[in-house]
């Protein structure tokens, strides 16, 4: 296996720039720029000189950390160096100069950590988050999953799913023994056993899911053409992110705009004006973008004189509060764009919308894969609480250990570990 190295501590120019080696040569390789290394674990002051020539390169601290007792799991060495970037391309090409060296790829540090079993899967999705973190709610959910708090849940469901396991397997091992045939191993105590951990397992699915938390909630702003969608985008947004005009139909593409609110991530999206017919194909095609978006919303802001399609989270806003006259009836809010009329009361409306869709932040909550995956379990074991053969029982109860082993990573899951690791960072 090749020797791995990064800069883990961001991007130079910074005070210190922190180089990892991570592999069976990382000591090595440590001892070739800086000869005598200190002990493991203790800080070290060096000078680090090219190997190929001898040239001074920099002083840097050294640490030691052999594996596994690491966080990739191997040999792990850390050169504090300065921070320059002409400091961090010199010592970066004296290593790529060694044989057995490479450049790490993205997220590699932390894959090897999953592959040699310092962390599970779920602990590094949560580790992902945590690098992605741009809001308080984001944090406290994904260092709950980095330290481990979905894996001790499907821990404990793994538990109890092999005690009920060890029973079905006592029963067909041991049918005719009456000390194990009676009480609560018998097959009507486990078909409720396995009843009750589905039901456990289904109050924890049923909250949102984290990527709602993650990537903000979608907020699709819709209506006829000329409706004041995209005057209204620019106003939440604080800048002018779409084109207004006062020619219907401007709008031809949907525009996504990230905006964190209140310590919540949205993701406010403009669309085409609905049209009953359209003989230019190009708007036909942003109706068509339109329509997706409100399948995928989370809340729709409908701003149409006609009531709004029936979604489950709407707010029917009257957007030209600044118009005289009263607002129309039916209307949940009235905004004025222009003058920023009720735009305050707009995200006190939506702030208390995104409490019933965001998880928690004091509340283990999972990402879809995991969701998915603990569903499957849920109804293998609501399947294995109808069986009346004891085999047929073992086989559904088999079937929700492999949706558990899949969210923690002891199953096969290397089909979605690239896509996975490709959104960390080279150092991590």
């Not at 993650?214 to 604080?238: C, E, F, H, Q, Y």
């Not at 949940?332 to 409490?355: C, E, N, P, R, Y």
């Amino acid at each position: 296996m090749d020797t791995i190295y990064a800069v883990s501590s961001g991007a130079p120019p910074a005070a210190i720039a922190v180089l990892r080696l991570s592999g069976p040569r990382a000591f090595d390789a440590a001892r070739m720029l800086a000869g005598d290394l200190p002990a493991p674990r203790r800080a070290g002051l060096r000078a680090l000189h090219d190997p190929a020539n001898g040239e001074l390169l920099d002083r840097a601290l050294i640490l030691l950390f052999p594996g596994p007792r690491s966080a990739s799991g191997e040999d792990l060495a850390e050169l504090h160096l300065h921070g320059g970037r002409a400091v961090v391309r010199a010592v970066e090409a004296a290593l790529g100069a060694i044989k057995g060296l490479r450049a790490a790829e993205p997220g590699e540090f932390t894959r090897r950590a999953l592959l040699n079993g310092r962390l599970d899967l779920s602990e590094a999705e949560g580790l992902g988050d945590l690098l992605m973190a741009e809001t308080e709610a984001q944090r406290r959910v994904a260092v709950r999953a980095a330290e481990g708090g979905i894996r001790r849940e499907v821990e404990g469901w793994t538990r109890r799913l092999l005690q009920l396991a060890a029973q079905v397997e006592a029963q067909l091992d041991h049918a005719d023994e009456d000390d194990v045939t009676e009480g609560a191993d018998s097959l009507a105590g486990i078909r409720a056993a396995a009843t009750i951990l589905a039901e456990d397992i289904a109050r924890i699915t049923a909250r949102p899911p984290v990527e709602r938390l993650r990537d903000g909630l979608r907020v699709v702003l819709a209506g006829p053409p000329n409706a004041g969608k995209s005057t209204l985008l620019n106003a939440m947004a604080g800048r002018e992110a779409a084109i207004v005009s006062a020619i219907a139909g401007t709008t031809r593409d949907r525009i996504e705009i990230p905006v964190v609110r209140d310590g919540i991530a949205w993701l406010l999206i403009d669309t085409a004006g609905l049209a009953e017919q359209t003989a230019d194909p190009i708007e036909a095609i942003g109706i068509d973008r339109a329509r997706a978006a409100l399948e995928e919303a989370d809340i729709v802001l409908w701003l149409g004189d006609d009531s709004p399609p029936p979604r489950p989270t709407t707010l029917w806003l009257h957007p030209r509060a600044d118009l005289a006259g009263p607002a129309p009836s039916g209307r949940d809010l009235a905004v004025s764009a222009l003058t920023g009329l009720g735009l305050d009361q707009l995200w006190v409306h939506l702030g208390a919308l995104a409490t019933a869709l965001l998880p928690p932040p004091d509340q283990l909550a999972l990402n879809r894969r995991q969701c998915q995956l603990a569903e499957n379990a849920a109804a293998a074991l609501n399947r294995a609480a109808l069986q009346q053969d004891l085999l047929l029982l073992a086989e559904e109860l088999r079937s929700a250990r492999r949706a558990f082993d899949a969210i923690t990573g002891r199953a096969d899951v290397e089909a979605m570990l690239d896509a996975l690791f490709s959104r960390f960072c080279i150092g991590k």
